[in-house]
């Protein structure tokens, strides 16, 4: 590359050419505010994730954190807070010059959301920042907090002229849940987009920053094998599982208010569909890849109030067993309100109305106390059009599934039909397996380092972005108002079980759930 | 994946042949297999390491301590003066943090004793027990180049340390040789990845990456056996932003060559540190014709970097980042062997023309 060249091909900004064959690409020096530094997600996911990126040395090459949260401390108590945290929730051993490196950069910032002040003196925090180090630092907000602040923190943020600054980027990461009906969407995305730019806003769903789902981009749109195959003309049905073995556990307070269909089939799970069914992007830029992602989306139709008991399911765990012990239902854990009808489980048919999947349907479930946890997308191909081998003792001619499984042991799964060894011609279905971890033997990094590190680079590809998250709630509002002014009785299902027997009703004719 | 061994199982035999070997590793895995159906093989990469029968204990220990990145199946060919047999060992590990209900993945090890006048058949003995399809790496840490070439047709990739060899300039010679029949992982190259990483960085912003026209002089420093990570990295800053340097000569204790850029010279010096305790860099100091001065320096801390601006101002920072130790390095290697580096081939030739008198 000669130094005409770098200048670049009409751009103003010339490329950097020393960055060609580096895996980690520079990030410019940054400093991120966490909202809510005491709350768990800080402590647990937040902070480890950092300490972690700071490790493997990708952290931009100058960075500073602030902690601003309600409790009063030190600069020095946060930090001794972050270090036991980090401690306990690392991934990793910590290294302790690298924490001591990464901690001596942290300051904290007493004060509550809607306490004016507050802004004013993280302000100045910034800004000293800046002139200690004689650059812009780019600025990263992370609200990790009740929902009910976000748009308070971003209107301050705003108010306070903290939504830009000259000489570098100012961005803002809004944590899930994304408003909890259609209206509240809107309006979160209404007072935010008042100071912020949708370019600056990284509504963040941890679903994404998987490896996993990632690699559903890479399975579908790098392997030439499958694409013939994705469409109407072969795809049968597909459904998306996510289940949970465990309960509710102590989080009665946000659960309750949730329930299954808000908190994993509304985001996670449509994520999923979407990935699984969008349109090849002209490129994998954010915007590429978000506009074949919202087309799905606005490509399922709204269900109608009277078209909501045929195509959805709730339920609710009634106690039974799971692991060999005996499990409480719902309304007997910790802190569920005596009358709670909010669901637990959620199983919805959808219908992806265009030119490539017309007619094949989408089943999703997802639930909490069911048989056993697990993630997977199976893809039932259509059957052969003339079954040859019908003799007796065989097990017979299963249509074909491809099976993508997101956790816990990722892969992917081809159900085909073989020969039973012997004199007879007997088949029985067997399965080609792929196993990620026997081919890449290395920890993938948490979900979260790598949003974290796309926010810094300004990558919004693995965020949702605001017509998405409408388009999202657009599909389930109905269903949830459906259910909230129905008058029939919750259904309930055994804890340990594969959920309630009204899910089968779903299901179209010769169509059936994989078993837990 | 951990690869504390919770059990293995080993054959072994003595006067052997490479298909009794092959039979050995797959008898094994369907053993094993039926012990515990959770058990499966890793197949991430072949690495087929040659060593001398002496040393190979150490070239063992190292290979454990490479982490997260290890190959699945390893085959140690330790070379014993005047044998004429082959002997082997072959064992598979399970993990020793297997969890209930998830998969437990196993690597694969053959250990064979052979040799000197097998090296240069060595092709025929590697070939049955490597898994096909799966990239095949080739390392000899104690020479044995002759092996190596028997090998290159059969290993995507060679692994090569070039300051480990006594004469830069022929190892530089060598590594460009390997490049034109293989893809090669030079651990030197790898060394300098964080000093690459930053001095990018430190260019990135779009305030300063008009500066990279402005440089006027690199020096680096450099543990005194690792000439030729101190030469890869000029050649490395020299190809990526369209320098033309001449041959180095020797000047004041180091190593100097002036590049010509576009209508500037730019003085690249590499100069021994004998005070750095391990292979590799000590520091990297970066020059502009405005004054400004980028340098990075290694200190029992970690890495440090000082920028001074033609202003005079001055300020410094740690750069967060674990060191990664010799095993991490090597551990780096095995994984690089899946990634391909095309910033690599030409600084490897910018060095041996830089080297070359």
Known sequence: LTEEEQRGQGGDEEANPLVKGLERLPVHPTTTVIFGAGGDLAKRKLLPAIYNLAHEGALPERFNLIGVSRGEMSDEEFRDEARKSIAEFSRRDTDEKVLGALIAQFRYVTGTFDDETMYGRLGSVLNEFDEEAGIEFNRLFYLSTAPNF???????????????????????????????????????????????????????????????????????????????????????????????????????????????????????????????????????????????????????????????????????????????????????????PDDSTTETY?????????????????????????????????????????????????????????????????????????????????????????????????????????????????????FARNDEVEAAWTICDPILKAWEDGDEELPKCEAGSAGPKEADDLMLPGHKWRPL | VTVSARSEAVWGEQDTTPSAVDAALRRLLAQRHAEDDAFVPARVCNLVAIVDRDWRGEIENRLEKVGRFHPSRTIVCAVEKRRETIDAVVSLALPGDHKQGEIAVGAERVELTIGEDHLERLETIVDPLIVSDLVTLVWSPHGHDNAVDALIRLAGVVLIDSVMAPDPVAAVDRAHWLTERAYVVDLAWLRSVPWRERIASTFDPPQWRSSLREITAVTVRHHPESVVSATLFV???????????????????????????????????????????????????????????????RGSGGLTATRKTPDGRESSWVVLGASRGEAGILGEGIRQALLRDPTYGPALTAACEMLAS
């Open chain 1, 150 to 336: 976000f748009p308070v923190i971003a209107e301050a943020l705003g108010e306070h002229g903290l939504n830009s600054n000259e000489g570098s980027e100012v961005r803002i990461i809004i944590e899930k849940p994304f408003g909890t009906d259609l209206a509240s969407a809107r309006e979160l995305n209404k007072r935010v987009l008042t100071h912020f730019d949708e370019s600056q806003v990284f509504r963040i769903d941890h679903y994404l920053g998987k490896e996993t789902v990632q690699n559903m981009l890479v399975l579908r749109f790098a392997n030439g094998i499958f694409e013939p195959l994705w469409n109407r003309s072969y795809v049968d049905y597909v459904q998306i599982t996510a289940a949970e073995d465990l309960g509710i556990g102590s989080r009665a307070g946000y659960y309750d208010k949730s329930g299954a269909l808000r908190d994993l089939l509304q985001n996670h799970m449509l994520q999923l569909l979407m990935i699984l069914s969008m349109e090849p992007p002209v490129s994998f830029s954010a915007d590429e890849v978000r506009d074949e992602k919202v087309k799905v989306l606005h490509s399922i139709p709204a269900p109608r109030p009277e078209d909501v008991p045929n195509m959805a399911v709730r339920a609710q765990y009634s106690a039974g067993s799971s692991a060999g012990d005996e499990a409480r239902g719902y309304l007997d854990e910790q802190d569920v």
């Open chain 1, 346 to 462: 959620a199983a919805v048919r959808l219908m992806v109305d265009n030119w490539r999947w017309a007619g094949v349907p989408f089943y999703m479930r997802t639930g909490k106390r069911l048989a056993r946890k697990i993630t997977e997308i199976a893809v039932t191909l259509k059957p052969v059009p003339h079954l040859a081998f019908k003799q007796q003792g065989s097990l017979g001619v299963e249509p074909n599934q491809l099976l993508l499984t997101v956790q816990p042991n990722e892969g992917v799964s081809l159900s085909l039909v073989a020969k039973i060894p012997g004199a007879r011609m007997a088949v029985r279905p067997v399965n080609m397996e792929f196993l990620y971890g026997t081919s890449f033997m290395s920890q993938s990094p948490e979900a979260y380092e790598r949003l974290i590190m796309d926010t810094m680079r300004g990558d919004a590809t693995l």
């Open chain 2, 235 to 297: 050649s490395w800053m020299a190809t990526r932003l369209g320098w033309q340097p001449a041959p180095m000569q020797e000047e004041d204790g180091g190593l100097v060559a002036r590049a010509r850029a576009s209508g500037r010279k730019v003085k690249l010096r590499v100069e021994p540190d004998e005070t750095m305790p391990v292979a590799g860099l000590a520091g990297v100091a970066v020059e502009t014709a405005s004054g400004m001065k980028l340098s990075l320096f």
